[in-house]
């Protein structure tokens, strides 16, 4: 784990975007880490009915993740908006 890139422990579900967001800190500056309800539920093999079902699934798997998203933190896979996105 990259001591440089710290994980909040929060995690709020977007239910425009269809994802849940989930904040890193790199050298103080804030990214918005997204991960879609299409790729939890196609990566864990599960529907995902409701918030509570999708946020218990994130929350299970919480520490892949993060691994995942600090990756492409590390490669700089920034979208257009300099979010991360899990999709």
Known sequence: MNQDIL???MQTWDSERQAVNFPAQQGG???HCWVSL???EKEY???LANEAAVLAVFAQHRFDLEDIAETLIEDEEFNVDGDIDIA
């Open 38 to 40: 299409a790729w939890l």
């Open 7 to 9: 994980f909040a422990d």
């Open 29 to 31: 500056a804030l990214i």
């Open 45 to 47: 093999g599960q529907i």
